[in-house]
């Protein structure tokens, strides 16, 4: 069974930094890409950033420039550097994984982590 556990949310002010983690626990797996979502009340869940086992990334074009992520692949973890917030950044972050066991993909979900960013 795998685990995806978050860390690093909180309360900023407008134009602060927050970095949030996201580790995948268990073994017998490999991890393809791994990536941030977040919600905002009355709103769907958009795609933040997303990186590959290759190091490729993509981010949401809301958050290019103020937004870093990263991986360290032997902790399976998934990092989010974020930068100069805005309000509009509040929202749950949540992690997401796309695994493989025994050659079929599986998506996972962390808990989610709130980030409120105070104007």
């Known amino acids: 069974q795998v685990q995806l556990v978050e860390s690093g949310g909180g309360l900023v002010q407008t134009g602060g930094s927050l970095r949030l983690s996201c580790a995948a626990s268990g073994s017998g797996f490999s991890i393809n890409s791994m990536g941030w979502y977040r919600q905002a009340p009355g709103k769907q869940r958009e795609l933040v950033a997303i990186i590959t086992s290759g190091g490729s990334t993509n981010y949401a074009d809301s958050v290019k420039g103020r937004f870093t992520i990263s991986r360290d692949n032997a902790k399976n973890t998934v990092y989010l550097q974020m930068n100069s917030l805005k309000p509009e950044d509040t929202a749950v972050y949540y992690c997401?994984?796309?695994?493989?066991?025994?050659?079929?993909?599986?998506?996972?979900w962390g808990q989610g982590t709130q980030v409120t960013v105070s104007s």
């Open positions: 997401n994984a796309v695994i493989v066991f025994y050659l079929r993909q599986y998506t996972y």
